[in-house]
């Protein structure tokens, strides 16, 4: 089945209509994206950023959520970032198919198929969207990015690399230790 329709025309309803597959798909401004199932260093390193963050998170009274999960907000019908986090006084809304509104932090590791559309799609997305804070962690060159919102432009705060520690400003400057994210990468073998 071909998944054609004119650009910028497709909408959330249209995700029933396609192929139960097993792909995963996002929306952005009208255009659909394929989502390709994530390597075993991508959801690594997922789990380590959990791990990390979730009793933080959940200290703060917020709520942590990763893919899949549906966000959706202006531009977005939906996106699914790899991980969502929430504070309290957030504005959007809970609902049963997923998030409306843009969340607080949007954190995105990047494949070699997704690195463009995340650092620069994503990003231009989010910053319209009002994300305060972006993380765009690169597994390839271990590197975490914190990105965050000034006006309706997301803007580099810090790039850490090595055994560097990251700092969230949206998170009381909690510290994010490189080496914990990338936790365990070098014991995945290349093919």
């Known amino acids: 089945m071909a998944l054609t329709r004119p650009a910028g025309t497709w909408t959330y309803d249209d995700l ?5 597959d097993g792909k995963r798909y996002e929306i952005i401004e009208g255009d659909l994206y394929e989502m390709p199932a994530p390597s075993w260093v991508h959801v690594t390193v997922v789990m380590n950023l959990i791990l990390l963050l979730g009793p933080l998170v959940r200290s703060l009274g917020g ?7 549906d ?7 939906p996106v699914e970032p790899d991980i969502v986090v929430t504070l309290p006084g957030w504005s959007g809304k809970t609902r049963r198919r997923g998030l409306e509104g843009a969340p607080d932090l949007l954190i995105e590791v990047l494949s ?3 690195r463009g559309h995340d650092t620069l799609t994503k990003r231009a997305l989010y910053a319209r ?22 006006r309706d432009s ?6 850490a690399t090595g055994a560097e520690t990251a700092a969230s400003p949206l998170l009381n400057d909690f510290a994010v230790p490189l080496a914990a ?7 995945i073998e290349d093919e």
């Not at 029933?16 to 139960?20: M, T």
Request: no cysteine; net charge negative; hydrophobic share 45%.
């Open 16 to 20: 029933f209509s396609l192929p139960d």
């Open 181 to 187: 994210v990338f936790a365990r990468l070098d014991e």
């Open 71 to 77: 966000i959706f907000f202006e531009g977005a019908d």
């Open 154 to 159: 997301l803007h580099t705060r810090q790039i």
């Open 63 to 69: 709520v942590l959520a990763t893919a899949p999960a």
């Open 129 to 150: 969207a009002g994300v305060r804070e972006y993380w765009i962690v690169d597994p390839e060159n271990r590197t975490l990015e914190i990105l965050t919102l000034d």
């Open 112 to 114: 070699p198929s997704s």
